[in-house]
């Protein structure tokens, strides 16, 4: 695929972190602005100590977030942060994209979880202003942009993690971790409803965050409950750590509409319930399940290699497999500055090696629109996708494809 046609074409990411995402420049700038210290002041050495090509497991793959995260504790920060983060995206053709982060990893005593929202959706919401007032946007000749918020709970939380986690663990010191987790999901949640209610930021999901092993889906049921009785979509990381059972918990116990990462769907060896007689069988019929309710998959090539590197080579992803049993999949990068990825080079890495043709692509990156949480009704969803396909059919055309 041509690489000037693939800029080109509207495309969406549908699973990308902000705090994974920043711009190391900013990083850099940021942190010598709020005299916050890093291993090194040089994106080089950034990129030799912390934003490597290849790392040894997930733990050190999340080593950078420390970093990033510790830069975005103030409203200007996080403003910065969103508008530079959309018009990377733009820069490279995506029109659409649901960026993700968690709130409560930014709430201090100098802003609270409204002013996070509200921050970041002012750096996001300026850059999309300047974008659709180009002029071949504003005659109709191509399609706008748009973007929705995903709001993450973190499956569990730790000392140190963040100052309003520090505080929720002190002020809760004799409950028990679970329901300490469940109950900072819950709050989260509540807050979630009043900003997109009575703020209107677009906040269009819920997803939770953060080591599958020992901390179930179950644990933050009652907050994707009261997420799903208000009518917010649900994506959910599963199986990028962990088992088929924690994709099939994510669906049945949290509602999820759409799956992060899924890399373990097919693993039967996984499988760590000792109720389950036939583990391929499980295996089978869950993938059969995903098929039939069009659940789609978040895939992240090259993030999957770097937190999985004993998958070795790409060729052995399996996305090889999703494909195969027809599942509705959309490519993501995940964190565009950890991985050092974008959504073209995602999309190149998937052609050059699962021998995709251009029209698997082309239906593969429409789907991503389809199955967005689009920040509107059906029918506006409708249009817009409408236009993103014929812009897709009239760049064929130009080169004729």
Request: hydrophobic fraction near 35%; include cysteine; glycine fraction near 6%.
């Amino acid at each position: 695929m041509d690489s000037e046609f693939l800029k080109k074409i509207p495309k969406t990411d549908l699973h990308v972190h902000l705090d994974g995402s920043i711009r190391m420049q900013t990083l850099i700038d940021l942190a010598k602005e709020q005299k916050i210290r890093l291993p090194s002041e040089t994106e080089s050495g950034l990129d030799e100590i912390v934003f490597k090509d290849r790392y040894k497991d997930l733990n050190e793959y999340l080593q950078g977030f420390q970093y990033t995260v510790s830069v975005m504790q103030k409203p200007e920060a996080l403003e910065r942060i969103g508008y530079e983060f959309a018009w990377d995206n733009f820069d490279e053709g995506v029109r659409y994209f649901e960026v993700r982060y968690a709130p409560q990893l930014h709430v201090n005593k100098n802003q609270s979880v409204e002013e996070v929202f509200a921050a970041v959706n002012r750096g996001l919401k300026r850059a999309k202003v300047e974008f659709n007032a180009r002029e071949e946007v504003a005659n109709g000749s191509e399609p706008p942009v748009n973007y929705g918020i995903i709001a993450c709970a973190m499956r569990a939380f730790f000392p140190g993690m963040s100052e309003y986690y520090d505080d929720f663990l002190h002020l809760h010191r004799f409950t028990k971790p679970k329901k300490l987790f469940s109950l900072a999901s819950l709050e989260l949640v509540n807050s979630m409803i009043k900003v997109r209610n009575e703020l209107g930021i677009p906040i269009v999901g819920l997803d939770i965050a953060g080591p599958e092993e020992g901390f179930p889906p179950e644990d933050h049921r009652e907050a994707f409950d009261i997420a799903h009785s208000n009518f917010f979509m649900k994506t959910v990381h599963a199986g990028e750590a962990y088992g088929p059972e924690s994709i099939f918990q994510a669906i049945t116990l949290l509602h999820a509409d759409r799956i992060g990462h899924g890399y373990y769907l097919f693993s039967h060896d996984k499988i760590n319930d000792p109720n389950i007689e036939s583990r391929e069988a499980y295996v089978k019929y869950l993938a059969q399940y995903i098929a039939n309710k069009r659940i789609t998959i978040e895939v992240c090539l090259t993030s999957n290699m770097q937190t999985n590197p004993e998958i070795g080579d790409l060729g052995r992803h399996e996305f090889l497999k999703m494909k195969n049993e027809k599942l509705s999949t959309t490519f993501c990068t995940d964190n565009r500055t950890v991985s050092k990825t974008t959504v073209c080079k995602e999309i190149e890495l998937a052609y050059n090696n699962f021998e995709l043709t251009d029209k698997e692509i082309e239906n593969i990156i429409i789907y991503g629109f389809k199955r967005s949480f689009y920040p509107g009704s059906y029918t506006e969803k409708r249009k817009y996708v409408r236009k993103i396909i014929n812009y897709y059919d009239k760049l064929k055309s130009e080169i004729g494809n």
